[in-house]
């Protein structure tokens, strides 16, 4: 750097709106269940399953996923998860985070839809529900991004 010159600055990010807070913690409880539900359903399904009305062929059929499958569900999971926690944080990865999850939802269901036999038919208004919330996370976070709400 020259004499006179002045050092690069970071860019500065806009004042957070009340409602980044709102969605980031709704979003934040809502992908910590989803976590929950994956770390339940692989270290204690038979326990866990049975609580949800789920019997033994449940439990089998979820044992039959590929691990590759596995950890595209798990991609979808965390990564939901760490998009609300980068959301909050006002990081601009919180956008990465959410598409890598929705990559992940996209891949693990539509094989799981495709190729695989469930015992019991997902229920639609579920499914539909968890599809709805990830891409209005990543849109919301993608606008926050473009009002350089995140930085």
């Known amino acids: 750097m020259e004499l006179g010159e002045t050092a690069p600055t970071a860019p500065v990010a806009s004042p957070a709106p009340w409602h980044l807070w709102v969605i ?33 062929e449940t439990v089998d059929y979820m ?26 944080a006002r990081s601009r990865h919180a956008v990465t985070a959410f598409a890598a999850s929705l990559f992940g939802l996209a891949v693990s269901q539509g094989y799981e839809t495709l190729f695989l036999k469930p015992p019991f038919p997902p229920p639609l208004a579920v499914v539909g529900t968890i599809w709805i919330a990830l891409i209005l996370q990543l849109v919301y976070a993608s606008r926050m ?7």
Request: contains cysteine.
């Open 24 to 56: 980031g913690t709704v979003g934040l409880l809502w992908n910590a269940f989803g976590c929950y539900d994956y770390v339940m359903s692989k270290t204690s399904p038979e326990t866990y399953l049975a609580q949800m009305g789920m019997g033994q």
């Open 63 to 88: 044992a039959s996923f590929p691990a590759w499958l596995t950890a595209f569900w798990a991609l979808g999971v965390w990564g939901s998860l760490a998009g609300s926690v980068l959301l909050l």
């Open 145 to 151: 991004k473009r009002a350089s709400v995140l930085a």
